[in-house]
């Protein structure tokens, strides 16, 4: 507020005076805050944390390069919760199956983005509803509607990974098959962006999503896609915001969006986003679907910002955890090449076959799950996926590294050394004037082959598949996808 | 740096031995050198030559015995980077450094050790270089010289360091007939400039040349200690006669 009134072209006096009223006005506020409704005890020092999966469009979405600002209803609601509470609002962003374990681990106090109400999340999570919805299955313009959801038998069907879809369809796959007919093939993926992808490209027959979604994507896409049928699913009628079990919270957390309903704030937020706006739900052209090779949607997918940003995220991956690698293995190489014995040696020998030896994904799933619980500073904001991704594959292939390093090093002849101390060189000059230099030009090509190796293999899909999130959530379906 | 003791000798051996574990590899032996003397040590392989030569720069430390080089005691207090400005060494393999250029080779020492500027090492470096006959060499990889060549560069390193003591380790070992001629030349010429010179060999007749004395070694003692023409003629050991049948049968 002072910042901006020094925009202002007043004279000093003027601006000292606007300055003080400035002061007034927040203090009027903070005199509010004393009658405000108590704040559930979810809001921690001031701050409503959420946890978000950003790929629900106009539900919680990213809008351009900024993944950490994701906007969209859910956020503007938690916003509006944030601002009862005189709280300020943090999001996390992360993969959609990270959500529930984030909550439990008490990175956020309430779980927005978009989710369905249903008996089994409300087994280990209470839930408030704040908006009506409905499912829908969607094809490409041209598909003729559907009567029933039988005749989607033996059609492939794709859906968001770690989504309660695939339990529903499952349940109407359980009655097409007792009814004698074959199931619909579920296939996942972990964005709903590249959910729509695969109907776009012809890959599915149809897509599974909610109303509100499929508003956003009809304008995106213009007329490319159409609801099929919206069956009518038990349990599948409400968003609800989650939190951890705690009944007082969760009253609290009931009164405030029903006082929202009621001042009018979540009815505007809904024109503003859409989210009601059915208009473009029915409405399909009897066109025959055309079966030519869509350039578009191949070129949009390899152009999509989350693709991009997927792109973007491997290769930081790769190189700022090689380069930690490297810094790491060349001490490590040097002790363990050394003739002499020593207790470090036998810890850093431990050290480097431990981390070969172990699974990638299991020092993936440590550093991520098992650390926080040992050290409460990693359980802090600042402790992202990508900074645990880019420890875990910084000590893991540190591990690789030694190695790389071990054999260029013996691979220099050892003259080089009794030649460079018989000259008067010093430890340290022999080793970065002499055999460093050596040794670089043996390790180079074997680490950047690992290093192309490593972004191609492991982290193109960890990335990609998380692409649109915050980085790399590992105890997700990302790393479910790169390991299998 | 002149001492006033110029009589006293450059090197002095005392009771050295050396050991690789159990094994011994240099037992208990005594040698003076004197300044500006040129000793050639001969002896069948694995006698222990080069690591009685490597405990004079201590690149293998002694383990037992007394070492003086230059009026001063050589333990492991001493300063190793000190001695070996002082002690300068060529290797049977050279031991080029293959990233750097013949001329950075030879400033890299002088530069690092001696803190010389660029400049004034560079202008040492082409006067050794001139000295060992390749001075138009410089800009060039080891890899892209000769092994006649590479060793006059190793001598030409060596020298810009302008130690007090050279120690050779069979430096024409590697070499061809036609190198070999152009390397002892080069050693002859350094012989002539009075460089106090410890040299294992296997060159017969460059030894008779050259050395003041001859050290004789078998199985990691000294046996003898004898000038070159009563060396050559009238060894004092069986052990020397059978070794000078050995090598001048060829
Ligand atoms: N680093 C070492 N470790 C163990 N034994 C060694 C080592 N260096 C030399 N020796 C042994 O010491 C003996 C003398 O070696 P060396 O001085 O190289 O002989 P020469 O140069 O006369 O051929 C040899 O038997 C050799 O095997
Ligand atoms: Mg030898």
């Known amino acids: 507020m002072i910042s901006f009134f020094s925009f202002l072209p007043l004279t000093r006096h003027f601006r000292l005076a606007a300055a003080l009223a400035g002061i007034l006005v927040a203090t009027a506020g903070l005199h509010g805050l004393a009658q405000a409704e108590p704040v559930p005890s979810f809001v921690q020092n001031g701050v409503l944390t959420i946890c978000t999966n950003p790929t629900l469009p106009p539900m919680t979405f990213v809008k351009g390069q900024d993944v950490s600002h994701p906007e969209g209803f859910d956020i503007d609601v938690a916003q509006a919760l944030a601002n009862r509470w005189q709280a300020r609002l943090s999001v996390i962003t992360m993969d959609f199956t990270g959500l529930f374990p984030s909550l439990s681990a008490q990175r956020c106090g309430l779980v927005m983005s978009g989710i369905i109400r249903t008996p089994a999340r409300e087994k280990s999570f209470d839930a408030v509803t704040y908006q009506d919805t409905a499912l829908v299955v969607v094809g490409r313009k041209g598909t003729p509607s559907l009567t029933s959801m039988d005749e989607l038998a033996g059609k492939s069907i794709a859906v968001e990974s770690g989504t309660s879809y695939i339990t529903r369809l499952g349940l109407i796959n359980d009655t097409l098959v007792a009814a004698g007919k074959p199931p619909m093939i579920i296939q996942q993926y972990p964005t709903e962006e590249q959910v729509v992808q695969q109907v776009l490209i ?6 599974v999503s909610q109303d509100v979604e499929l508003f956003f994507r009809m304008r995106q896409l213009g007329d490319k896609l159409h609801v099929l049928i919206t069956p009518d699913i038990p349990d599948y009628h409400h968003f609800a915001i989650y939190l951890r079990p705690n009944a007082a919270d969760q009253t609290q957390l009931q009164s405030a969006i029903s006082a929202l309903e009621t001042d009018g704030t979540l009815s505007a937020l809904r024109t503003k986003w859409s989210v009601t706006d059915q208009s473009t739900k029915n409405g399909a052209a009897n066109v025959s679907a055309s079966s030519m090779f869509d350039w578009n949607a191949f070129f949009s997918a390899l152009t999509s910002t989350a693709f991009l940003h997927g792109a973007l995220i491997t290769l930081s991956v790769a190189l700022i955890s090689h380069i930690i690698a490297i810094t790491i293995s060349v001490p490590i190489a040097i002790v363990l090449n050394s003739p002499q014995k020593s207790v470090l040696k036998i810890v850093l020998e431990g050290y480097v076959s431990l981390f070969r030896a172990a699974p990638t994904l299991l020092q993936l799933l440590f550093i991520w799950n098992a650390v926080p619980q040992f050290f409460p500073i990693f359980r802090e904001q600042w402790f992202t996926p990508f900074l645990a991704t880019i420890l875990a594959l910084s000590v893991n292939e540190s591990a690789y590294q030694v190695e790389i390093n071990r054999a260029a090093l013996s691979a220099v002849d050892p003259g080089q050394e009794l030649g460079a101390s018989a000259l008067g060189l010093s430890r340290r000059d022999i080793y970065w004037r002499v055999i460093f230099p050596q040794a670089f030009r043996i390790a180079l090509p074997p680490t950047i082959k690992r290093i192309y190796q490593f972004a191609k293999n492991y982290l193109s899909c960890v990335c990609y598949f998380t692409a649109g999130t915050s980085g790399c959530d590992t105890d997700t379906g990302c790393t479910h996808f790169c390991f299998y | 740096m002149q001492h006033e003791t110029t009589d006293l000798p450059m090197i002095s051996v005392r009771g050295m031995s050396k050991l690789f574990g159990e094994f011994v590899a240099l ?37 037992i015995g007394t070492l003086t080089i230059n009026g001063k005691l050589i333990n492991e207090k001493t300063d190793p980077i000190q001695l070996r400005c002082m002690v300068g060494m ?17 400033i890299l020492a002088p530069m690092r050790v001696k803190h010389m500027s660029r400049i004034e090492a560079t202008a040492l470096a082409r006067r050794y270089l001139e000295q060992v006959g390749i001075p138009d060499q410089a800009d060039k990889y080891p890899i892209q010289l000769s092994g006649g060549q590479q060793q006059r560069v190793a001598i030409a390193r060596a020298l810009c360091m302008q130690p007090q003591v050279m120690l050779f380790d069979e430096p024409t070992a590697a070499l061809d007939p036609e190198a070999i001629v152009g390397v002892v030349s080069i050693m002859d010429e350094l012989a002539e400039q009075g460089i106090t010179t410890v040299c294992v060999t296997h060159e017969m007749a460059f030894s008779r040349r050259i050395a003041d004395r001859i050290i004789f070694m078998d199985q990691g003692k000294i046996v003898e200690i004898t000038p070159p023409e009563t060396f050559f003629t009238t060894p004092k050991t069986d052990r020397a006669q059978n070794f000078l049948n050995q090598m001048l049968r060829y």
């Open chain 2, 27 to 63: 037992d208990r032996v005594d040698f003076d050198v004197s300044r500006g003397e040129k000793i050639v040590v001969l002896g069948p392989s694995g006698s222990g030559k080069s690591t009685l030569i490597r405990t004079l720069n201590r690149i293998e430390p002694h383990d």
């Open chain 1, 202 to 207: 012809g890959r599915v027959f149809a897509f």
């Open chain 2, 90 to 106: 060529v290797f049977q393999n050279y031991n080029l450094f293959p990233h750097l250029s013949v001329l950075e080779n030879c």
